[in-house]
T-cell receptor, first 109, second 115 residues
Framework: AQRVTQPEKLLSVFKGAPVELKCNYS??????LFWYVQYSRQRLQLLLR??SRESIKGFTADLNKGETSFHLKKPFAQEEDSAMYYC???????????FGKGTKLSVIP | GAVVSQHPSWVICKSGTSVKIECRSL??????MFWYRQFPKQSLMLMAT?????????EQGVEKDKFLINHASLTLSTLTVTSAHPEDSSFYIC???????????FGPGTRLLVL
């Protein structure tokens, strides 16, 4: 069974501080991993996916198959980064995604 | 980019009535769409997978006779909440993915309030 764990419900950091949002997954096959972000009163939007290896809005995430993790990182948090962040897992042969419970990031000015 | 719309954005109805929510992929065709429910300050709960031209696949615990899904075209899926009750009040979100792309694009959601 697929499972995504985001251990922190809430993460507060000061502006300019580094940010790491944790995500661990459980999946027996080859995973496809995503980070989605939901700003206040907006729809969920894709932040990044591991296969593209892009850096979006300064965020990066590296898939670590050994630790089954896909942590989201940013070296210097900005106030506009305050939002809900969801880690999502997809599997081969299925377009369904399994979402974690989400982490609310609050950046303190 | 891929855009998904939902209509209506919010609806208030009386208990016992039925409510239809539309989900459209505006600039791509989607053979598969997904319907989620999101409770306040909680994550998304997948309700069902909507398949164009065939029956929807419901997640465990979701009543298929309660939540009717129709995916009649490659750009439109509808969710009908039948005989709505106050406990059906929630935020309903749909998503769709372009062909051969596992990325899901989300609609803005529909807030349903059943009185």
């Amino acid at each position: 069974a697929q499972r995504v764990t985001q251990p922190e419900k809430l993460l507060s950091v000061f502006k300019g501080a580094p940010v790491e949002l944790k995500c661990n997954y459980s999946y027996s096959g080859s995973p496809e991993l995503f980070w989605y972000v939901q700003y206040s009163r907006q729809r969920l939007q894709l932040l990044l996916r591991h296969i593209s290896r892009e850096s979006i809005k300064g965020f990066t995430a590296d898939l670590n198959k050994g630790e089954t993790s896909f942590h989201l990182k940013k070296p210097f948090a900005q106030e506009e980064d305050s939002a809900m962040y969801y880690c999502a897992l997809g599997g081969a042969g299925s377009y369904q995604l399994t979402f974690g419970k989400g982490t609310k990031l609050s950046v303190i000015p | 980019g891929a855009v998904v719309s939902q209509h209506p954005s919010w609806v208030i109805c009386k208990s016992g009535t039925s409510v239809k929510i539309e989900c459209r992929s505006l600039d791509f065709q989607a053979t598969t769409m997904f319907w989620y429910r999101q409770f306040p300050k909680q994550s998304l709960m997948l309700m069902a997978t909507s398949n164009e031209g065939s029956k929807a696949t419901y997640e465990q615990g979701v009543e298929k006779d309660k939540f009717l899904i129709n995916h009649a075209s490659l750009t439109l899926s509808t969710l009908t909440v039948t005989s709505a009750h106050p406990e059906d009040s929630s935020f309903y979100i749909c998503s769709a993915h372009p062909p051969q792309d596992q990325t899901q694009y989300f609609g803005p959601g529909t807030r349903l309030l059943v009185l």
